[in-house]
């Protein structure tokens, strides 16, 4: 089964609004959650990580919220902007170097302007 | 700064023949890895390499699958017999030794068509 997965394929959103993307994991042991944004036709981009002892982690616009009680992270993206427009990932890892990281299906997120 | 590089950017082979995707890690980092994305799908993990050998490795590495950091730049996916359901995007990705455990640079990806 999968370990890491998205509520939505895709969110549209105007230019200015916050963004919210969410996502569910299954697996209690994992240490390290990050997010990363993918461009058409790029690799993945690291955006921001939080570690399992941590609840929330700010970063420049955005914002990851973990919630360990009902498996639940999400990316809170502040006054998105139409070069936000990407596939974003969440992703999973035991915060051991070497080790795979687990990918989620992905939320296209859309901003028009 | 320093990224990942990828060569080449597309492949078209055709089935059963050989194929070998190149990879320039970021020079000081210890840790590399294969992922690949089949079309619309997410990233799926295949392998991890450090210290000359395989740390960990998928299902879907299978002996059709190798792996060679054959000098001190370039890391390598040979797929040897190649299948129409190969075709996807294949990242390379490294990691260091000072940074986050899990922050992994992806490179920019080789597309592979298997025809």
């Known amino acids: 089964g999968e370990s890491v997965g998205l509520h939505l394929p895709t969110l549209s959103v105007q230019e200015g609004d916050n963004s919210i993307i969410n996502c569910a994991y299954s697996n209690s042991a994992s240490d390290y959650f990050i997010w990363y944004k993918q461009e058409s036709g790029k690799g993945p981009q690291f955006i921001i990580d939080?570690?399992?002892?941590?609840d929330k982690r700010q970063g420049q616009r955005v914002t990851v919220l973990l919630n360990k009680t009902v498996k639940h992270l999400s990316l809170q993206i502040a006054a998105t902007q139409p070069g936000d427009s990407a596939v974003y990932f969440c992703a999973e890892n035991k915060n051991q170097a070497g080790t795979a990281l687990i990918f989620g299906k992905g939320t296209t997120l859309s901003v028009s302007s | 700064e320093p990224e990942v590089t990828q060569t080449p950017s597309h492949q078209v082979t055709q089935m059963g023949q050989e194929v070998i995707l190149r990879c320039v890690p970021i020079s000081n980092h210890l840790y590399f890895y294969w992922y690949r994305q089949i079309l619309g799908q997410k990233v799926e993990f295949l392998v991890s390499?450090?210290?000359?050998?395989?740390?960990?490795k998928s299902e879907i590495f299978d002996d059709q699958f190798s792996v060679e950091r054959p000098d001190g730049s370039n890391f390598t996916l040979k797929i040897r017999s190649t299948k129409l359901e190969d075709s996807a995007m294949y990242f390379c990705a490294s990691s260091g030794p000072s940074g986050r455990a899990g922050e992994q640079f992806f490179g920019p990806g080789t597309r592979l068509t298997v025809l």
């Open positions: 939080i570690r399992s002892n941590m």
């Open positions: 390499f450090y210290n000359n050998e395989i740390s960990e």
